[in-house]
């Protein structure tokens, strides 16, 4: 399964690198099975260029400011079954891009005990995602409270 990572930016050249090399750590042995898509939204800094420094990264240029905007533009840009949309101030938590895989493995709907049945695909936002009616917290427990797959950011 194909996992996209939406990463909308504006004026982040300082805090893009740690959320790139985050994402990179733990995707490194995917292949072709992840892209990484920065949204660049408008920048007046050098977001585009350090983006463009991470080998495997694609930006997007999005020039209506906005993160609706962004979003929209990563997600049409995108190619995985899954789409992840992570803030790019926010870093992975360790073993996050395991579990969203393993979780989607199934039918992707999410269950309290965070086993998942059949075969999906999904979308995920906040750097950790709208899925299917549970939420994990940012211990990594699911509390059931509106519909994300969450780690710390």
Partial sequence: ?????????????????????????????????????????????????VALGFAGVRVVDEPRKGLPYAREAGFRASTGALVANVDADSRLTAGWVERVLREFEGDGVLRPDGAAEGAGTGVLCDGVGVVCGESMGAAGGIDGAGGELCGEA
């Fill in 1 to 49: 399964m194909r996992l996209s990572f939406v990463i909308p930016a504006y004026n982040e050249e300082s805090y893009l690198p740690a959320c790139l090399v985050s994402v990179l750590e733990q995707t490194r042995e995917m292949g072709d099975a992840v892209e990484i898509v920065v949204v660049n939204n408008a920048s007046s800094d050098r977001t585009r260029e």
